[in-house]
């Protein structure tokens, strides 16, 4: 496995960095490879976004932009929505709460809070008739394992490669034992962004649930624990 370091940028997002110069120097590149969300969302998307919004309510953009968020922030707001599937066809709507959230300093901070506004929504995609959400909780230990080790003078998140695999596995062989699609995890909102950002390197059928988004709405089943 490649080592895995979280780092925070200057304006206080993760950054996920991975040591891939053993694996770079023994795979064969592919000539089609499929182009990732970053690449797919670019900035004449955003464009087009402010441009929707301006129409409706110009307010809103001149508030945000740039004084309080740069394109370049705003673009990653989006594209993080998208990548764990939420929809931003209501971009009027996620303007709205960019600007009611306005005063945090911290992005992730904002993601977290703009998911909140819309976890209704994003919980429902996985609830049974009953009202139901059944997945898995990480221990303790393992959220220790993942996210224990921190440098308090850099802020940095120090996360062991090896220990990232070992949990990815167990939780595709617990999902392979009991036929399931799609992997649901149930852990606290301060570490929901980073545990899938280090996760969904390895698992594509994720899904990471705060405790949070799930508590207002509906009913969390743990069918198991990693």
Known sequence: SSPIVLVTKKNNTWRLCNDYRKLNAITVPDSYSLPNIDEIFDYSDINRYIE?????????????????????????ILSSLIKEKVSIKDIVYIFEKINDY???????????KIRYSLSRYITSRYASMDGIIQGLELTDKTMFDLFGETDDEDNIVRVDGDKVERVAVKLLKFAKENNLDNIILYVPMEIRHMTFIVLSQYINTLTVLAQEEVTNYYNFEIIGEV
Do not use: C, R, T, W
């Open 102 to 112: 306005a005063d945090e300093a911290n992005k992730e901070a904002l993601l977290d």
């Open 52 to 76: 929707i919004v301006g129409n409706q309510n110009l307010y809103l953009v001149e508030n945000i932009i740039p004084d309080y968020m740069s394109v370049a922030e705003l673009k990653y």
